[in-house]
């Protein structure tokens, strides 16, 4: 079975400083990787994902993330946070070659002041 | 619609009553998900629609629960006899298809609380 793991439930960060959301993962198995944002009073929504190739994937609002198979990390990162990042973000795994199943980690609160 | 859309956005319900909550995928979508978020917890899985073929109901927490799909269109969440432990937001995906690594859209969810 997978299991995800987002080490801090909440992050208060300033705006414009960087942040970074961990993710670490457990499987047997090979899995595709993919962080979703929840905005205040909406839905989730797809951020980024890994399923193969290069290690670093960027979304197209600053964030990236890394995929690190030897720690089993995909923690995600923004080099300059702006107030409306503000959001809770999950991390999720599926197997490869498996259905979407998505296992997801708790939730990472994060909060942008100014 | 242009999304995944849930219904009711919010039900609040005495304890052992039977709710429905109803999910209508994005149109051509073949795969649909129904996972349940309680407060300060990430989501579970309760089942998984695709196509034709038998769901997978490995995530339901109880027999309390159960869901069904006509086809590829609308999907209903029933949870008979409700507890207060059953408070949560109930939160319905689809995607084109059943294959990992899909992208998998989410409705807005539907707020239950069992009071």
């Known amino acids: 079975a997978q299991s995800v793991t987002q080490l801090d439930s909440q992050v208060p960060v300033f705006e414009e400083a960087p942040v970074e959301l961990r993710c670490n993962y457990s499987?047997?198995?090979?899995?595709?990787l993919f962080w979703y944002v929840q905005y205040p009073n909406q839905g989730l929504q797809l951020l980024l994902k890994y399923l193969s190739g290069s290690t670093l994937v960027e979304s197209i609002n600053g964030f990236e993330a890394e995929f690190n198979k030897s720690q089993t990390s995909f923690h995600l990162r923004k080099p300059s946070v702006h107030i409306s990042d503000t959001a809770e973000y999950f991390c999720a795994v599926s197997v490869k070659g498996g259905s979407e199943k998505l296992v997801f980690g708790k939730g990472t609160k994060l909060t942008v002041n100014p | 619609g242009a999304g995944v859309s849930q219904s009711p956005s919010n039900k609040v319900t005495e304890k052992g009553k039977d709710v429905e909550l109803r999910c209508d995928p994005i149109?051509?979508?073949?795969?649909l998900y129904w996972y349940r978020q309680r407060l300060g917890q990430g989501l579970e899985f309760l089942i998984y629609f695709q196509g034709n073929s038998a769901p997978d109901k490995s995530g339901l927490p109880s027999d309390r629960f159960s869901a069904e799909r006509t086809g590829e269109s609308v999907s209903t969440l029933t949870i008979q006899r409700t507890q207060q432990e059953d408070s949560a937001v109930y939160l319905c995906?689809?995607?084109?298809?059943?294959?990992?690594?899909?992208?998998?859209?989410f409705g807005e969810g539907s707020w239950l609380t069992v009071v």
């Open positions: 995906a689809s995607s084109r298809r059943g294959n990992s690594g899909n992208t998998i859209y």
């Open positions: 499987s047997s198995v090979s899995v595709y």
């Open positions: 149109s051509g979508h073949t795969a």
